[in-house]
């Protein structure tokens, strides 16, 4: 309907911004970005172009693209507060969070109550560690808006519950009120139960739990089939055999430092103890890997994608190299070394090692039962994790990514560095030591302290990073008995 509509009328703004939404909600982001650019060029001051714009330029990582058209748009309405935010959340994922904090600042200087600018303010605090001012301005938005729910949300994420007080009575309240399939009942329900869990209401904390997944997955698409194929696909395509017929590249650079495995194995946790070295940069999770092996290996190269990288020139694995550390030191010029924690990596071991041979990959792992629960206890951002909101689609991909690890270590034996999140709560300057070792850095006291290391964090562990090492954690799943049996069954 509305390709039809631009066809009759290709150059009205509103059917081109209209033309980019549908765009962007079927993945073609850059497709997307050309309709509001060409929706702008038609009407300069149509803000809901120039807002998705904005938007698409920061899901795409051109974080000062989207930087410079926020505040274009602010420059022709200051008044014009979804742009003030999306500038804020642009600095916010860029790593600025002081600039962030400072645009926040500045615009509830002019609307002081601002649910959705308080909100925003807040999470920004969270991620930088001032957990109290986090906290009052979640209570601060709520104070204004009392239905906001994601506020109920995050304020839930830093606050520990101690007894069933009027803010857990307000929450469940408005549970009760919300629609039955609402985004507003999904993101209560993840609250109450880390509220639930906080109060070792266990029972109630899993139903909580198992409503928001269910609700969450209603809104997600994902195809368990397609993942399994592309597991086997990129196992079949970086066997033995191809190890033996290709070299590495010469690139030498030693910047990079990978930190890969699932959500919730403790990746936020090395990172953070890393990063408290002197000589390293974390830059949480950073999306260029992909891009990098995109540009250079795209979908429909010859033999398809990743099985045609047996007939691409090993110089190509130079270029896609060499195209992720021109990324990499135009974000980060003046460090010696840089993290990069985007999970998800692991799948990327094989392009990763014949990209980069110098990098250092570092492998959080954690007991199965425990990663998946933690998992499934967390509302992510976005989409990104769309296997996690069903616990036998999340025990299958865990039993995928076991497996790919096991790939991995026989066909690169001795390229990864094994981290075990139970080893390191049991003897923390140990496991330590042997991490700053094997990354060659002289060692440095501030990485026992990790959790006063001022940095951003912007995952779901970003308040837990800002505390001591927890022994307690390790057997935590255990109190959910036999809710978590079919989970355990499903797991290999």
């Known amino acids: 309907m509305v390709a039809r509509s631009i066809k009759g009328a290709p150059n009205n703004p509103d059917f081109l911004n209209n033309y980019g939404t549908l765009l962007r909600d079927i993945g073609n982001l850059d497709a997307a970005a050309e309709a509001f650019r060409k929706a702008i060029a038609e009407r300069p001051d149509h803000l809901g172009a120039r807002d998705n714009l904005g938007s698409i330029q920061r899901q795409l990582g051109q974080f000062d693209a989207s930087e410079e058209t926020f505040r274009k748009t602010i420059s022709l309405h200051p008044f014009h507060m979804r742009a003030r935010i999306g500038l804020a959340e642009t600095l916010q994922e860029a790593g600025q969070l002081d600039a962030a904090i400072d645009v926040f600042s500045e615009a509830l200087s002019i609307r002081p109550k601002d649910a959705d600018l308080l909100y925003g303010l807040g999470v920004c605090l969270m991620e930088k560690g001032q957990i109290a001012k986090a906290l009052a301005r979640f209570r601060a938005a709520l104070s204004v808006q009392p239905t906001l729910a994601k506020a109920w949300l995050m304020l839930s994420r830093v606050k520990q519950q101690e007894n069933a007080d009027a ?7 408005l549970h009760q009120r919300s629609g039955a399939d609402s985004v507003e009942r999904m993101q209560l329900s993840f609250g109450l139960g880390k509220a639930h869990d906080d109060l070792k209401i266990y029972d109630k904390a899993f139903d909580f739990f198992t409503e928001g997944n269910a609700l969450h997955r209603k809104r997600v698409n994902y195809d368990k089939a397609r993942t399994r194929a592309d597991f086997e696909a990129m196992k079949a395509a970086f066997d033995t055999e191809f190890f033996t017929e290709h070299k590495p590249s010469a690139v030498r650079d030693e910047t990079p430092i990978f930190i890969v495995g699932m959500p919730r194995s403790g990746t936020t946790l090395v990172e953070q103890i890393i990063a ?17 092996v995109g540009g250079n290996f795209p979908l429909d190269m010859k033999g398809g994608f990743p099985a045609g990288v047996a007939h691409m020139p090993d110089r190509a694995f130079a270029d896609a190299g060499k195209d992720y550390l021109e990324m990499l030191h135009a974000l980060y010029p003046d460090s010696k070394h840089v993290t990069d924690k985007m999970p998800g990596n692991f799948m990327l071991i094989g392009f990763l090692h014949m990209m980069l041979p110098n ?17 499934f206890k967390t509302h992510f951002r976005g989409d990104s994790h769309a296997y996690s909101y069903d616990l036998g689609e999340l025990a299958d991909f865990h039993n995928h990514y076991t497996d790919i690890m096991a790939h991995w270590r026989k066909v690169l034996p ?7 999140y139970e080893d390191f709560v049991a003897d923390q300057e140990a496991q330590t030591r042997a991490l700053i070792s094997y990354l060659g850095l002289p060692w440095n006291n501030a990485c026992l302290n990790f959790h006063e290391t001022d940095r951003p964090v912007r995952t779901a562990s970003a308040a837990q990073v800002r505390q001591p090492m927890y022994k307690g954690s390790i057997d935590l799943w255990k109190r959910y008995g036999d809710r978590l049996q079919p989970l355990i069954d499903r797991l290999t």
Do not use: F, N, W, Y
């Open 276 to 292: 408290s070295h002197p000589e390293v940069r974390g830059a949480g999770e950073l999306s260029i890997l992909k891009m990098a």
């Open 359 to 375: 990098a250092r990959i570092i492998h959080c792992a954690r007991d199965g039962v425990a990663t998946c629960l933690s998992i």
């Open 414 to 420: 001795g390229v990864i560095h094994e981290v075990r």
């Open 167 to 173: 803010e857990l009575a307000a929450m469940q309240a």
